[in-house]
């Protein structure tokens, strides 16, 4: 650490510069993840900075997702989750499964969008799942071009990767089509295929997905089924799926935003 702190007329509060030192040390692997920050005393010392400057640093990289604090121990840098890629063209290639297999016969694979995604095998994928009926109010019923107060199958679930937990949503399902299906068993959560491959179990093939992504902090409960450090937004797909000609299910889908990069592909040879 041979970086030095300096106080010239114009230059950045101390506590930003120590943040930038640390920060740079973890970006170049100089610290690795899981590895501990130098002790508060040695930076007080190493930097001439009072013990306020080093909390104020440790503050920022904590509010940027960099370390993990605790009281009583060190900082420690944080440990990079694994990236789920979400590609454009997912939901073309389960179509296309489900059509094949509607023409030919067959189970569906082991395997679903989430699975493809994180490259894995669909025993490293699980899945927490609860189930109410609900009346649907406002944007929900506006997306599904239903009256207030229509009945849904209103779906929470986390999904999982290996253990850790990668994405949070809620889904409405009209409860005319969902009702007495495996769409309303939580049991049976997850399944191959996913919510394509639900549909397709009581003959609706999904014609549309309308969907927009932003970007915001989290909330409470997305903090803690995703299980997010300080400082980490979510992204958050309002999506919307029509089968049959009409809109059957509106969901929130919520992504830990260090966890997932959004891939686009747009094929121009026949344009």
Not at 55 to 74: H, K, N, P, Y
Not at 223 to 236: K, N
Not at 241 to 269: M, N, W
Request: net charge negative; hydrophobic share 40%; aromatic share 4%.
């Amino acid at each position: 650490m041979n970086r030095r702190i300096t106080r010239g007329r114009g230059d950045r509060p101390a506590y930003r510069q120590l943040a930038t030192i640390l920060r740079d040390q973890i970006i170049s692997g100089e610290l690795p993840a899981g590895a501990e920050l130098p002790a508060e005393a040695w930076l007080r010392q190493e930097y001439t900075i009072s013990a306020s400057t080093v909390r104020d640093a440790l503050a920022v990289l904590s509010g940027e997702g960099l370390i993990t604090t605790e009281r009583g121990r060190r900082a420690t840098v944080r440990t990079q989750q694994p990236v789920r890629l979400l590609a454009d063209d997912r939901y073309i290639e389960e179509k296309l499964l489900l059509r094949k297999l509607a023409a030919e016969g067959g189970e569906h694979p082991l395997e679903s969008g989430f699975t493809r995604d994180h490259n894995i095998p669909w025993t490293a994928y699980t899945a927490t799942c609860t189930v109410r009926d609900h009346p649907v109010t406002g944007r929900t019923a506006q997306a599904l071009q239903v009256p207030v107060g229509t009945a849904t199958i209103r779906r929470e679930m986390v999904d999982y990767a290996n253990g850790v937990p990668m994405q949070y949503q809620i889904s409405c399902v009209l409860a005319a089509v969902a009702a007495g299906t495996p769409l309303a068993d939580p049991r049976v959560h997850p399944v191959p295929g996913g919510v394509f491959a639900e549909l397709a179990s009581v003959g609706l093939l999904v014609d549309e997905v309308q969907g927009r992504t932003a970007a915001r902090m989290p909330g409470p409960d997305e903090v803690e089924a995703l299980d997010l450090p300080p400082g980490v937004p979510v992204l958050v797909m309002v999506r919307v799926i029509v089968a049959g000609g009409r809109p059957v299910e509106a969901a929130e889908i919520v992504y830990a935003a260090d966890r997932t990069e959004l891939l686009h592909r747009t094929d121009l040879r026949d344009v």
